[in-house]
């Protein structure tokens, strides 16, 4: 399956995974939560999962989609998220193919 990696660096990605993790728990737009462990997070976005992963210095992401054309809109999405989440921390995601 075709997918996409990428970081956000922060020294607060736990808590973002923490964050993002209670806000999928109420299935906003039909996405939800497929798994959940400290630190980690999975989310079927409807189309694509989503995979949010934190380190003691950044957040990693990780996005899987059969179509690439999906996979492209999807880590758009994931970037818009995460990027308005951390606008006060000032993060930035940076994909790596």
């Keep these: 399956m075709p ?11 736990a808590r973002y ?4 993790g209670s806000h999928f728990g109420h299935g906003p737009g039909g996405m939800k939560v497929l798994a959940s462990a400290p630190g980690e997070l ?12 934190s380190e003691p210095t950044r957040l990693e992401l990780r996005v899987e989609a059969d179509d690439p054309g999906v996979l492209r809109q999807f880590s758009e999405r994931v970037t818009e998220r995460i990027e308005k989440l951390g606008r006060r921390d000032h993060l930035k995601v940076h994909w790596q193919r």
Excluded: P
């Design 17 to 20: 995974v923490e964050q993002l």
């Design 42 to 53: 999975v989310v079927d976005l409807g189309g694509a999962t989503w995979t949010l992963r």
């Design 3 to 13: 997918f996409i990696e990428g970081y956000a660096e922060t020294e607060r990605a």
